[in-house]
Every structure is written in C-alpha cells, then in structure tokens.
C-alpha cells in the first residue's frame, strides 16, 4: 500500500471526531509494519489523547509485551505533524521517539507556532526518518477551519442561504416563508454539528424566531451569535431558550445572564464583519455559519471575510421578494438534496 493510502486513512478516522475538537486540527494516525496496521487511533476530543498515543496504545493493546519491539520496526502515519509542546498533553513528538519509531510520514506540517516543524526536528534528531508533504493539499483542505484560524487569525466563514429559483431570498415584508425543503434543513443541522458557532442578524432572530439548533441530526449546537445592536430581539424568542450558549453583540452592554452572554461593541456599523471575526479568533472559535439574513450576509461578502458558501436553490419561484446575495467564487459542487439544488463555492479572491 502507498504512503498516500496510510495518509487517507488517518483523514479517515481523523474525521470520526468532526465537530468534537476545536479549536485543535482533526489527526488520525496509523502505525504499520510489513503492510500490516498493527495499530491506529485518532484525536477525539478537545483535551483529551491526541491521535499518536491513542495508536500506539492500540498497538499495545493489541500486541502487549511484543509492542515495544514491534514498534521500533514500524512506520507511523499522520496527516498532521506530531506537536512538540506542551499543550494539554505531552508532545507527540517525544512519544514517537520514546518508542523508537523507525520512520513517520506526515501529511501537512503544523503551521501552529508551537509545533511549526519542531516536531519534524524532534524526529530527525533523534535518527527517525521522516517524510512529510504526503497529499498535502488534501490535508490542508480538510483542515481548513484550523489553518484558517492560526495563518489568518480569524475563524473559517461558511455562508450559507436558500433562494428561490429566480434569486428570492426573502419576502418583501419580512414575514417567513420557507424555501428549501425538508432534506435541506436536515442537512443544514449536520452542518450546525460540525462547526463552532452560527451568526445571524437581529431582523432575522425577530422575523423567524429560528431556534439554531442540531435538532434533526446527532450532535452538538454550535454557539448561537446574534448582531443586535439595541437589544431588540425579544427574550421570549427560541434563541434565549437553554439549548445552547448565546451571544449576543450589541452596543449596550457586557454581561452574562446564566447561557446568554452580552458583548458589548463600539460603532457597529464599522466594519462589522471584521470586529467580529477577530472576537471570536480571541475566542477560539474555529468556524463560522453565517445563516443570514442578506443584510449580514452581503456585509460579509462586500468585505470579502468567507470562505465558502453553501446555496440552497429551490425548484420554486416568487412573484417577487428581497434579492439574495451575489457570490463570485468559484463553483465547487452541485448536488441535488431533495427538491432542491445545492451549490459550494469556495472563495478563490485575494
Ligand atoms: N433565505 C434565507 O436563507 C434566509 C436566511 C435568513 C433570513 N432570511 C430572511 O431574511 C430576512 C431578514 O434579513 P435582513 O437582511 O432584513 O436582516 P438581518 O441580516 O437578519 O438583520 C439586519 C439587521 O441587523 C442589524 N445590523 C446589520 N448590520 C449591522 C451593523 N453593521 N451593525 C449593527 N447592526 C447591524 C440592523 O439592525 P439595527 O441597526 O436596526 O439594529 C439590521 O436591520 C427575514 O425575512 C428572514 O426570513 C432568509
């Protein structure tokens, strides 16, 4: 088997954690020897073992006092540098030398500054031979929410709409009217599991009342975000329920009342889509779902802050409405969910 099968398995297992480890990378490791995977384990939770030990552990659990020799024989896969600092677990780096590991083969290296190819170093210091770059796009592409956060300082942007067939988004009045169907909704919660936090504006927390929720899919709600400058949005609405955290940005106060939490900002109505992609890099939060409505939604592409957008395109179309957002990026993917089509665009502007 190649290096670039070993490497897709650990992508493989790695995305098995998906929504689980922010703000760290998605790492799967696979250790074998003579064609065989003795052992593999990836990073599952935020905290807790990262993918290196999880494998080797399984390699002696496996193999018990025969591992250690085993080991030494063996090549560890990961699709990630193993670090070299202390973060909340030891460095990975030390434990593949530990265990003498005859050679690691690593997808992307660690643009962390921490790790940065120190881990690398750590490696090749101790006469491990290592080879890196193995399906390095792929990799980096997968990873793409954590290397946003550290090379760009601020989270991964994901815009994400429903228009009618003739470009609607919205009723005229305000009053809501679905688009998409029943499939497209399923799959908009998956998505709400897998990343850090959703964004929408006040007319919408008010027109919709939309609760934000993963309700139709297994696992967690990301951090409910709402721009509401003057704290309009009514505290009967869902999105005060206890469901999820809630913040709340708005130019009155800072406080936390039990889940909700109020962060109070200065001139809002200045780069908006900036301010707030640096608080929640202070925050640490990785991703981003920007659900509308267009005003919102428009402010984040006229300042170019996304990096794809998902558009759910309905078979239906409205007498009239309010416009939905131009996209110029590049077309990734069309697929068909139900009655509806749904395009990906990736954000190829500099
Ligand atoms: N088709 C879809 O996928 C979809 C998705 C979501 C919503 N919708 C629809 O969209 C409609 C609402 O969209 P919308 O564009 O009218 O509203 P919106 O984007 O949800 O909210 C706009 C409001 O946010 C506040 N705001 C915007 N920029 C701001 C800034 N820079 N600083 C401070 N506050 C700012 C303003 O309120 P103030 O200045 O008054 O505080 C503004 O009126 C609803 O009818 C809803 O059903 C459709």
Not at 87 to 106: F, N, S
Not at 222 to 249: G, M, W, Y
Not at 314 to 326: A, E
Request: neutral net charge; aromatic residues 10%; charged residues 20%.
């Amino acid at each position: 088997m190649s290096d670039e099968f070993y490497i897709n398995r650990c992508l493989d297992l790695a995305a098995l954690a998906m929504g689980n480890v922010s703000p760290n990378p998605m790492v799967g490791c696979v250790i074998v020897l003579d064609g065989k995977i003795i052992g593999e384990g990836y990073h599952h939770e935020y905290g807790k073992a990262h993918a290196e030990p999880t494998a080797i552990k399984a390699v002696f659990d496996a193999y018990g006092n025969e591992a250690e020799n085993l080991l030494k024989q063996a090549t560890a896969y990961v699709n990630l540098e193993p670090c070299a600092h202390f973060g909340k677990t030891p460095p990975c780096a030390d434990l593949l030398v530990k265990h003498r590991l005859k050679k690691v083969v690593i997808g992307n290296r660690d643009p962390f500054s921490g790790v940065d190819g120190k881990g690398i170093e750590k490696l090749k210091n101790a006469g491990i031979e290592v080879v890196s770059g193995i399906l390095d796009d792929k990799c980096r592409y997968f990873n793409r929410r954590f290397f946003t956060r550290i090379q760009k300082q601020r989270p991964y942007i994901i815009l994400k709409w429903a228009e009618t067939a003739n470009g609607y988004f919205a009723t005229k009045d305000g009053h809501q009217k679905w688009i998409s169907g029943a499939l497209a909704k399923r799959l908009a919660h998956r998505w709400r599991t897998e990343e850090d936090a959703i964004l929408i504006g006040k007319q919408t927390a008010i027109m919709d009342n939309p609760q934000l929720t993963s309700r139709e899919w297994p696992g967690k709600n990301p951090i409910r975000l709402v721009i509401d400058k003057n704290l309009q949005v009514p505290l009967s609405n869902h999105i005060f329920n206890t469901e999820a955290k809630t913040i709340i940005f708005n130019e009155i106060k800072t406080d936390v009342v039990g889940d909700i939490h109020y962060i109070q900002m200065e001139d809002m109505h200045f780069y908006l889509a900036q301010k707030i992609a640096f608080q929640l890099y202070l925050m640490d939060v990785q991703s981003v779902i920007v659900e509308g409505g267009a005003n919102i939604l428009n402010q984040f592409l006229n300042t170019n802050l996304w990096d794809e957008a998902r558009i759910f395109t309905s078979s239906t179309s409205w007498s009239d409405g309010v416009s939905s957002p131009n996209i110029n990026g590049s077309l990734q993917e069309t697929l068909q969910i139900g009655n509806d089509k749904l395009s990906i665009y990736l954000n190829n502007i500099e």
